[in-house]
């Protein structure tokens, strides 16, 4: 990983872990998919699924995040700027093929999670062991929503994950939308608008490759995973889930709450309510918390 040393400790000393790449790309694909929803928050759905006789290729891994939007992802060992092009192709293959994939996720997860997928920000999902600047620059370029992840392995047992870049390309339409319901109706206050106006610019402002997702009943933010998710204002308050461990937090009455194994919208344990700005500069440690998790 870039600038990062890990060592391994003992009483007589330390010995650094020298990182490696996989011996083949199999491996890594391999070892993601094992585990895909705890390392990407993402459902795993297939594996080399084919694209069919016309584009003639195979998508290395089908899943779905956590806001129902599409993910593909795809691998490579090493440095390979086809990465890029080759996912995209494949996403475009997606977004043409609509009904096969939803297909899939009725067989693999059920017909409810099926009729709520989000076709509006389809990911693409790119994992190697390294990016060149060009990659950094062409994933800015293209009005998709993009994750280059960096890869290495750690001795026997570890794996390290680093988010090297990452766009929405939904962004526009997003800024949009967030003044656009800054407009009191449905019995919200003008200070809950601009309470939540506040918190979307206090969500987004964390830190580079911050992405916001529009679901039908909450704003998911993201880097590679969902940290928070907002719920549209209600009367007195305005609802936002954490990945924020309750368990690890001294909760107080009326400002967070513990929500494990209850049922909301959005993902995340642990529940904040903001009633004033004064709510939300409380909130700020708890939200760098659970962006610096994800």
Not at 203 to 223: E, F, M, P, S, W
Not at 231 to 248: E, G, I, N, S
Request: proline share 3%; hydrophobic share 40%; aromatic share 6%.
């Amino acid at each position: 990983m870039s600038g990062l040393k890990l060592f391994h400790t003992t009483e007589i000393g330390v010995t650094e872990v020298v990182p490696r790449l996989a011996e083949v790309e199999a491996a890594v694909q391999g070892l993601v998919e094992a585990h895909m929803e705890t390392v990407l928050g993402v459902k795993f759905l297939a594996s080399e699924y084919s694209t069919g006789p016309v584009h003639g290729g195979r998508v290395d891994s089908l899943g779905l995040d956590e806001n129902g939007s599409p993910v593909i992802v795809e691998y490579k060992r090493g440095v390979d700027s086809g990465v890029i092009n080759q996912g995209l192709f494949y996403l475009s293959w997606l977004m043409d093929h609509r009904a096969e994939f939803e297909h899939l996720v009725r067989d693999r997860l059920g017909v409810t999670v099926a009729a709520q997928v989000l076709w509006s920000s389809p990911r693409l999902i790119c994992i190697a062991g390294d990016f060149t600047r060009f990659d950094m620059h062409a994933v800015r370029e293209h009005r998709r929503s993009i994750d280059l992840v960096r890869y290495r392995l750690f001795g026997k047992d570890l794996l390290g994950l680093e988010t090297v870049a990452s766009v929405s390309g939904r962004s526009p339409v997003v800024r949009r939308v967030r003044r656009q319901v800054a407009v009191p109706g449905g019995g919200q206050s003008v200070a809950l608008v601009e309470l939540a106006q506040a918190v979307d610019e206090t969500l987004l402002g964390l830190g580079d490759g911050v992405n916001c997702v529009q679901h039908k009943t909450y704003r998911a933010y993201q880097r590679l995973r969902n940290f928070a998710c907002v719920c549209p204002p209600q009367r007195t308050k305005l609802l936002v889930y954490l990945k924020a461990d309750p368990k690890q937090m001294d909760l107080v009455p009326g400002f967070t709450r513990d929500v494990t194994g209850l049922g909301h919208h959005g993902t995340g344990d642990l529940e904040v309510q903001l009633r004033t700005e004064r709510d939300l500069d409380r909130a700020q440690r708890l939200f760098r918390l659970s962006y610096a998790a994800a």
